[in-house]
């Protein structure tokens, strides 16, 4: 099979396509990171080239979102230039059906989460494998650390009941670095019960800069799947 025939790529170009169809000219718009909003990128530049969309500019949420949006001549701004964001777009690594999200996976969720509850509509771009009854079914809480407190955000996660590992790299030897220069402590809990009051209680332990549980965030998600070899989009 070629990578052209791969259902799953399709359905995630379908999924990015999906959203990138929802930006209208003169749009500020928040780019978010990953696979599937990559896709989002490469269909907003392609909106521009054909004249189809104009004016927009874009917020990128990490460096990966900036390499690619200057790839598919998608124009940048900063936060700093504009006073506010029309729409975000971006996935996530679960949704549970209140529409509340884990993120971080890529390391990125500090930006994403100030990027995204900005937007005044955030769009979530996921596979249907992310969808879960409840937050940390599959999926770690990712917490961004400041270097010189990782051992005391450790012990105070332990005593919250949780199994906190520190993020470590992939062919690269030592811990992963987010792009502010810290490190990334992913935690597992065994009940996620309340993850508005989990949010707000991790973000209070010193030396947490940010963590990867986004609540009453999400507008609308668009939901890739793979069905008798196509590729459909269907949302919540």
Do not use: W
């Not at 907003?44 to 054909?50: A, H, I, P, Q, V």
């Amino acid at each position: 099979m070629t990578a052209a025939e791969d259902p799953v790529k399709l359905m995630k170009q379908e999924v990015g396509k999906a959203a990138a169809n929802l930006v209208k000219s003169g749009s500020i718009v928040g780019l978010g990171t990953g696979s599937t909003t990559a896709y989002t990128i490469q269909f907003l530049g392609d909106r521009l080239k054909s004249g189809e969309l104009s004016d927009i500019v874009g917020v990128p949420t990490s460096f990966q979102s900036e390499v690619l949006a200057k790839q598919y001549g998608v124009p940048l701004t900063t936060l700093d230039a504009i006073d506010h964001i029309d729409i975000a777009i971006d996935g996530a690594d679960e949704v549970d059906p209140q529409k509340n999200l884990i993120k971080g996976g890529g390391a990125a969720h500090t930006r994403e989460k100030v990027v995204d509850y900005l937007a005044n509509q955030f769009i979530v771009v996921v596979d249907s494998g992310k969808l879960v009854e409840r937050l940390g079914s599959s999926f770690p809480v990712p917490v961004e650390v400041i270097p010189m407190a990782i051992t005391p955000v450790i012990n105070a996660i332990k005593k919250l009941g949780g199994k906190p590992e520190l993020r470590m790299g992939v062919k690269k030897a030592g811990p992963v670095i987010t792009d502010q220069g810290n490190m990334v402590v992913d935690v597992r809990f065994d009940n996620i019960d309340d993850p508005v009051n989990l949010e707000k209680t991790l973000n209070n332990i010193p030396g947490v800069l940010e963590n990867g549980i986004f609540v009453n965030c999400a507008d609308l998600v668009l939901i890739g799947e793979v069905k008798d070899g196509q590729p459909l989009v269907r949302q919540i």
